[in-house]
């Protein structure tokens, strides 16, 4: 079938990674209509999903409408809460009784960097010398610390009054892109265990068998098989490239925590408490908390790690059990081989310290879906391109992940190995060179598929109290008036939008009885 | 506002006063409004959507005013318009039910600026039973309250048609600085004109056409409205 072209495309493995990637193709194909790209996907009825990828990035809301599913509806069914930033707690420094030690990663600014930047300002002492870095740039971090949502009940679906994204429930995330991709979309679905992998001369997938049913053929493969890595590892051989030089961390214990009544506040962001080998998250759902303990287990035995997040969860951790996965941290030498394309964890996994995840998973999707190649000879070029740009893009995730790690001063172990040499990329020590002198620059990120904006870089570097030297040139900050004018308008708005804004979970409570209107 | 059913023991004494202003809606840039109202209302005010605050459901209203506290249809010589919206006549009456299974109990407002012992109509005869006009009353009470779930409904296909849009209106009244209202939805005349003939032809059946056209024609209202406020 070499000059065939691209007609079918056949996805392996469910879960998130599997039915987002049918949803949108089949969506972006109309895969409903005759005579178009048709689109199936083979899921094990045995095979349990890891399902704890909990938090997205704002470009999630973008998606779901494109694919046409109802905030309300996607909101009811995965237990889904507003989530607005992360919330770094101890990263900066062992934490010592009495000093606060937290800062916050943003999803708002007040103005576009690009437009008016308002950090040098704050830097050089300027403006808000009282307040820390997010509280003079934003309005948001207030929000979060007194957990009201971003949104009213009168902004229509995926609008807010501030940037948000979501905390979500993994297993019923993808049951819901299930039905909507099979029901709505087009998609078909086929319950089988994959048992073989039948390659043509030209070393590309033919079919993959099953047990269930003949061989089903394609032209194009997606292999979402997670970490056993069906299609393009096994059958195709791409080698898998572990980045343990880079990020310590190996293992995570997780824990599903109920909430103690109907009155606990649900938190709008999600909170990263380091630890003395690595950190917890803790994301609340409408439902219940998620939480887990990320670690390296050189530098934690695994009771100890557990008995930590006990000890972070408190008395409501009595009688939960905890879940041990071991996580393999690193990626494929390619995430697109002849005519496979690696999504989701089979292509990549690294800790889930920014949520980029399954914002990883939206972004190959896209890609996949613009330059979908007519045939394997446009393969040919396009997988190039595609393994180019996410190659950057998971670069570019594990140099900011790391960055993190670099920036604190904490002092055990676990965070000293963190900040010798041989862990750190270059490609990051070069940037916080420069900026040690220099403010933060848009031209630092000339690519347009750069994963993390300036402003989040802002937010980290400041937060985690970078030193930074701005006494060179200081000619060229020259509107410390605008700066003080923005600073004060914010410090205005944020009392306003306190005042304006329900809790995280009133607003949540509220979607249950009403919804929210589509305009 | 104090809630209380209505009583022959509580009320006995208590005189009703006429309306004439309609005192309720002093200060009300706006009246809700239930969708048996739309054809009379629209001779005098525009008939637009808004949502309700603290639900984000959309509820129909009649403007009164172009700026929040501002209702030009108010004055002490008298409500300045033909229709009287039920939301404000009906004060200071208002049901309570607790749920579908039980009877509607009949309450009124205790503060309300017309309710006292000296002056108007008594609630109460002189066998102490309830007078005949309040038993009126109590029924036009019920029936807006079901009219109001109809008014629901009404809205619900409206939104399953997609047949709102949202609007802002700038308006500039004589000697006044420009304002723009915000948060109003209106009915998009050309969606009405692109639904497909089974979708009309059910808006007909279920008599939604009527009103649909009313409020469709009660926009001309917005420049009287505007007229009104620069003379105010």
Redesign the interface.
Known sequence: MTNNQTKQVVIVGGGTAGWLTAASLAKRFNSAGQGNIQVTLVESPDIPTIGVGEGTWPTMRKTLANLGISETDFMRQCHVSLKQATKFVNWKETPKPGIDNHYYHLFTSFHDAADFNMAPYWQRGEVGQAATFAQSVSVQGAICEKHLAPK????KEYEGVQNYAYHLDAGEFAKLLKDHAINNLGVLHVSANVTDVNLDDDGYIEAVETDTDNAIHGDLFVDCTGFKCLLIGDALGVAFKSIDDTLLTDYAVVMQVPYKDDNQAIASCTISTAQEAGWIWDIGLANRRGTGYVYSSKHSSHERAEQKLREYIGEQSEGLTARFIPMNIGYREKFWHKNCVAVGLSAAFIEPLEASAIFLMEAANNMLMELFPRDRAAMVMVEKKYNDSLMFRWNKTIDFIKMHYLLSRRSEPFWLDNRTKTTLPSSLTDLLARWEHHPVSGYDFDNVYEPFPLESYQYILYGMGFEQDLSFNPGQYSKRDQAQQSFKKIQSITKQVEQQLPTNRQLLT?IQ??????? | MTIEALSNKLHSALKLQQDPCLIQSKNRHFAPLVVGEFVAASQDFPIVFIKEQETGQFKSIALLGIEPGSNVFYSDEGWQGNYRPQAYSLSPFMVSQQDNNTDAILCIDNKSPLISTEHGRAFFDEKNQACDWVSKRGEQVVSYVEQTQVTQQFIKVLLDFELLAPQTLTLKPTGKSETSLNGLYAIDEKKLNALDSNKFDSLRQSGALVAIYASLISMQRIEALVRASSKA
């Open positions: 009213l009940m009168t902004n509220k009885q009403f919804g929210f209107q589509k305009l």
